[in-house]
T-cell receptor
Framework: GQQLNQSPQSMFIQEGEDVSMNCTSSSIFNTWLWYKQDPGEGPVLLIALYKAGELTSNGRLTAQFGITRKDSFLNISASIPSDVGIYFCAGQGVNGKLTFGQGTILTVHP | GEEVAQTPKHLVRGEGQKAKLYCAPIKGHSYVFWYQQVLKNEFKFLISFQNENVFDETGMPKERFSAKCLPNSPCSLEIQATKLEDSAVYFC???????????FGSGTRLTVV
């Protein structure tokens, strides 16, 4: 199915470093969501963005909904080992259906 | 409860057998969504419900897949005559409103052998 263009595909960083990942789309979305998925688990909602230009923080996480409504980024500051996992962006249309990015696999070395 | 409960966690079926997956949404959430996650982490939307009514079924392979959300019962996703390519993790999610961030369950891993 259709997917968003999420980058990078993977990241290997040292504990304490900052991380940035982003998503772009050819389509406009009403809502942008960022999820984290651990092995054997379902995606967990990290941040939801409902307005174009919105910048939202959740602890060490910060995300922005692009002005054009076609992109979003997620930043993680001062990474820790438990940040390891797969991060997905998702654009949501008016009918609630999510279109997911391909995921960013994050590895944090202590 | 405050979590989306999916059962079973694992399901193994021989090719051609039926598979039935269950999902109990968070109490008070009127929207239920089903997704299939295959290799390379790709999510595919299957179907959504608003209470017991189908809201969007554009992702459902209609020949062998069916789903229901009946009052006072867990929602279900049923696959008749499973095929090898149906092997995947099936996630259910629920939300209070259609265009609102939703909560996923932990998934059912279906393996067709």
């Amino acid at each position: 199915g259709q997917q968003l263009n999420q980058s990078p595909q993977s990241m290997f960083i040292q504990e304490g470093e900052d991380v940035s990942m982003n998503c772009t789309s050819s389509s406009i979305f009403n809502t942008w969501l960022w999820y984290k998925q651990d092995p054997g688990e379902g995606p967990v909602l990290l941040i939801a963005l409902y307005k174009a230009g919105e910048l939202t923080s959740n602890g060490r996480l910060t995300a922005q909904f692009g002005i054009t409504r076609k992109d979003s980024f997620l930043n993680i500051s001062a990474s820790i080992p438990s940040d390891v996992g797969i991060y997905f962006c998702a654009g949501q249309g008016v009918n609630g259906k999510l279109t997911f990015g391909q995921g960013t696999i994050l590895t944090v070395h202590p | 409860g405050e979590e989306v409960a999916q059962t079973p966690k694992h399901l193994v079926r021989g090719e051609g057998q039926k598979a039935k997956l269950y999902c109990a949404p968070i109490k008070g959430h009127s929207y239920v969504f089903w997704y299939q996650q295959v290799l390379k982490n790709e999510f595919k939307f299957l179907i959504s419900f608003q209470n017991e009514n189908v809201f969007d079924e554009t992702g459902m392979p209609k020949e062998r897949f069916s789903a229901k959300c009946l009052p006072n019962s867990p929602c279900s996703l049923e696959i008749q005559a499973t095929k090898l390519e149906d092997s995947a993790v099936y996630f259910c999610a629920s939300s209070q409103a259609a265009n609102y961030g939703y909560t996923f369950g932990s998934g059912t891993r279906l393996t067709v052998v």
